[in-house]
């Protein structure tokens, strides 16, 4: 994505901001074109015109090493200010382990010819900074709320996650962890929420939730920060481990378990983990019964997130009218009965969102629910079947992104008659990689009690569309190269294939 960076208005906000704006002001003209830059920033399509520092704070000021907190408004012209959380290193001179980090050099103010780089980077700032939050020292801008069900422990060595991910995460010691949202929203955050709400119930499989970080006021008015949760060590999250199995299984290594290789007993228990989280969701969160106003009030949000996705992504449209029917088809289904059962859900499940823990098991993290939406609709009870539908798009994302690792088509050349030929057979292991774990997850959650996926292939197939839907403008928007494997999706689904 290019840098969207408007110059010439950012020059005049820029003089306001420097006015208003004593700790992070002479900053700026370096953030601001790293800022855009970061995957966790939201390209809206036009250019930024300005960046309003506020709730700013220097939370560790050392002679050589100092961190500042600050959330920014960025404004867009034409949509609504975007609000980001920063956390900001300086130091004289730069260690080499923070050379990845680097922002830039500051040019004036208090720090001026100090580096800046990205806080979270510096082992010893996100040291001091636990001292400074836990400990209660913070400045009103940052405070710390204990669940009082863990302690979090000090003086364990800190370091950065090296993932791809929407938020940023210091591991303490691999005992437990602080997840910076990037895009911190006011009011109850439903991560909060809910892990708060797991944890309580004693889950065996989530993480424990310690506390969280919010600005001044308990769970009121205030942006929530962050998350301090329980470390698991694991062998891994489930996307690494699938990709690897539908690999060997696409290409024969597998074949000493031919009938169940290649990850269904892996795929079986993660089902029955996942039912045992919604079950302890809904004996701990409010659920509900959709009457169909209210499934219709739902599938009309669902056609609304289609129109706009035909806007982002023009490559849906022809498809749109036949999702459209899907939706009604889920309508008429639900209007007989009791209605659908609903309930807090985990919002974005997927293979990337649950750990193979080193004791064994699964275990379910990060539940934020998808971003992109608004908080107070992520909060809303959803048919649990929507986390089901999310999990199976998963299992067809690993076949097609294991078969591309080991089957690529040349790019430079036409595939030769023998190349396609091995292509198609190694495509038809692929689907048939993703339909037996398919079958194996929804046998695993039907086993543990949950709604049986099988039985229910109407709102399953709304709710995968759905889905789809939502990962084609995710696609377009950050791996273009990626949206054929939603878009096929949505054609074998409509199609009722
Ligand atoms: N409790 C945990 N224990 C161990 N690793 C975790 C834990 N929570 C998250 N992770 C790791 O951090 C990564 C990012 O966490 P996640 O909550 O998904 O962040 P984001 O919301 O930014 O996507 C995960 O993919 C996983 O590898
Ligand atoms: O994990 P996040 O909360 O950041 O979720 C976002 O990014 C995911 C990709 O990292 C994206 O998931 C999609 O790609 C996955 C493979 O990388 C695949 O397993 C998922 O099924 C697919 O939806 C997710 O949609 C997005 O919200």
């Not at 001026?112 to 636990?130: K, S």
């Not at 695993?444 to 292939?457: E, K, M, Q, R, S």
Request: charged share 20%.
């Amino acid at each position: 994505m290019p840098v969207a960076v408007c110059e010439s208005c950012l020059a005049a906000e820029h003089g306001q901001a420097l006015q208003a704006s004593r700790i992070l002001g002479p900053l700026l003209p370096a953030l601001t074109p790293w800022l855009v830059t970061r995957r966790w920033f939201t390209q809206e399509g036009r250019c930024l015109d300005g960046l309003h520092p506020f709730n700013e704070s220097v939370l560790v000021d050392g002679d050589d090493a100092v961190l500042l907190h600050s959330l920014v408004a960025a404004q867009h012209s034409g949509t609504p200010d975007r609000v980001y959380q920063l956390l900001i290193g300086l130091r004289r001179t730069l260690p080499r382990h923070l050379v990845d980090a680097a922002v830039g050099r500051a040019t004036g103010g208090p720090w001026d010819g100090w580096w800046i780089f990205e806080g979270t980077a510096d082992p010893e700032l996100m040291g001091a900074l636990l001292r400074v939050t836990t400990e209660g020292a913070s400045a009103p801008a940052l405070q710390y709320t204990p669940t009082g069900i863990t302690a979090v422990p000090l003086g364990l060595p800190a370091r950065a996650m090296n993932v791809e991910q929407s938020n940023s995460t210091v591991v303490y010691g691999n005992q437990f962890l602080i997840k910076w949202f990037r895009q911190p929203e006011r009011g109850v955050h439903p991560e909060v929420e809910v892990l708060g709400a797991l944890t309580a119930a004693g889950s065996a499989h989530t993480p424990d939730l310690a506390g969280w970080l919010h600005t001044e006021g308990r769970s009121g008015e205030g942006f929530v920060l962050g998350i301090v949760e329980e470390f698991l060590p694991s062998d891994g999250d489930g996307w690494d481990l699938a990709v690897r199995q539908a690999a060997d299984c696409i290409t024969g290594v597998c074949r000493s378990v031919p009938a169940a290789g290649g990850f269904v007993e892996d795929a079986r228990a993660l089902g029955e983990a996942v039912a045992r989280v919604h079950q302890a969701l809904a004996s701990t969160l409010p659920t509900s019964w959709l009457k169909p106003d209210l499934v219709l009030d739902q599938t009309d949000a669902m056609r609304h997130r289609l129109k706009e996705a035909v806007e982002a992504v023009p490559r849906l449209e022809v498809y749109a009218g036949r999702i459209g029917r899907l939706y009604d088809e889920y309508v008429l289904v639900a209007a007989r009965g009791r209605g659908i059962q609903a309930q807090r859900i985990h919002g974005d499940l997927h293979l990337g969102q649950v750990l193979r823990t080193s004791a064994g098991g699964w275990t379910v993290i990060d539940f934020e629910g998808e971003p992109a939406r608004p908080v107070a609709e992520r909060a809303l009870p959803q048919p649990p079947l929507r986390d089901v539908a999310g999990m199976l798009r998963s299992f067809d994302y690993a076949a097609r992104q294991a078969l591309s690792l080991v089957s690529p088509v040349p790019v430079d050349r036409a595939q030769t008659p023998a190349e396609a030929s091995e292509r198609l057979r190694r495509s038809r292991r692929a689907n048939a990689w993703a339909v037996r774990n398919r079958r194996a997850f929804s046998t695993g959650y039907a086993a543990a009690g949950g709604t049986d996926p099988l039985c229910h292939p109407v709102p399953l197939r709304a709710f995968e569309a759905d889905k789809a839907v939502y990962e084609a403008v995710y696609e377009a928007q950050h791996r273009p190269d990626w949206l054929p494997i939603p878009l096929s999706a949505i054609r074998r689904l409509v199609h009722g294939l």
